[in-house]
Nanobody, 132 residues
Framework: QVQLVESGGGLVQAGGSLRLSCAASGHTLRSYAMGWFRQGVGKEREFVATISRSGTFTYYSDSVKGRFYISRDNVKNTVYLEMNSLNSDEAAVYYC?????????????????????????WGKGTLVTVSS
């Protein structure tokens, strides 16, 4: 069993930056493809970024490409999401996810309706608020 705990959320002005962290316990993260997803108020949960087990391959939604960066430290058992140039539409709860079977690419392409069923582990999320 893997426990994921997100941190780093908070209030930021539009155009600002935040760095989210996802700390894992219970199992080494190097066996898992990892990802960040977000869910705004009244919106469906959506893919943000995923990273392969080794950290070699990363995948981003078109809306965050070039502004957000996902990384991982398998020694510290932690995954990060660096977010820059945030806009008010990106206010959401950001969730960390881990899967032992899927590749990071497959996780990035998963339909939203399958998130709960096909992705092994989810954190409880960290709230990001963006003021305009």
């Amino acid at each position: 069993q893997v426990q994921l705990v997100e941190s780093g959320g908070g209030l930021v002005q539009a155009g600002g930056s935040l760095r989210l962290s996802c700390a894992a316990s219970g199992h080494t993260l190097r066996s898992y493809a990892m990802g960040w997803f977000r869910q705004g108020v009244g919106k469906e949960r959506e893919f943000v970024a995923t990273i392969s087990r080794s950290g070699t391959f990363t995948y981003y939604s078109d809306s965050v490409k070039g502004r957000f960066y996902i990384s991982r430290d398998n020694v510290k058992n932690t995954v990060y999401l660096e977010m820059n140039s945030l806009n008010s539409d990106e206010a959401a709860v950001y969730y960390c996810a881990a899967d032992s079977m899927m590749t990071a690419q497959a996780m990035s392409a998963l339909p939203a309706t399958k998130y709960s069923y096909d992705i092994n582990y989810w954190g409880k999320g960290t709230l990001v608020t963006v003021s305009s």
